[in-house]
């Protein structure tokens, strides 16, 4: 009789184990799926983070990475992952899909009309957003950097949004 309680106990804890590994297993898949369709921006993201302090340089080569102006940068670090980008900011502006700011995710291309060039509604610079209110570009005397998105400037610059993943 004791050794029918033993085999009793191993087929239900076995069973109990495949059922919670099955489940374990569905929900996996489901998380990894997640995590890819996100992933790509976050890939996007960490490459271009790589280039922190990298000078701005208006008009700056695309054939080069000792120097990036804002739209240079946004065609290198997505071209990396397949996205080729025109290349300027006004030609990047087009591509993809329209996004509302309330609706930015990591890896979207955001625009604004900023600088000496600014005249009103015009596009001159391209970010791309991060998360959590911050943006990674180029511009002027910090090179590629994270910038916040509702800073002064930024938030009062701020013209549209592109989801180009």
């Known amino acids: 009789m004791n050794m029918h309680k033993i085999i009793k106990k191993a087929i239900i804890t076995g069973m109990a184990a495949t059922i919670g590994f099955g489940t374990f297993a569905l929900e996996g898949t489901n998380t ?33 990475t000792r120097n990036f102006d804002c739209s240079s940068f946004m065609k290198h670090i997505f071209q990396k992952y397949g996205v080729d980008l025109p290349r300027t900011s006004v030609a990047q502006s087009n ?28 596009i001159t610079h391209v970010a791309v957003y991060v998360g959590g209110g911050k943006i990674l570009h180029t511009y002027g005397r910090p090179g590629v950097t994270f910038s916040d998105l509702n800073s002064s400037n930024w938030k009062r610059t701020y013209i549209k949004a592109r989801r180009v993943l």
């Open 95 to 122: 591509v993809g899909h329209a996004v509302s700011k309330s609706n930015l995710k990591k890896g979207d291309l955001v625009f604004f009309s900023s600088g000496s060039r600014a005249t009103g509604r015009n």
């Open 32 to 64: 990894a799926q997640a995590a890819t369709a996100t992933s790509a921006g976050q890939k996007v993201i960490n490459y271009g983070e790589k280039y922190l302090g990298t000078p701005y340089k208006f008009g700056a080569s695309t054939s080069t």
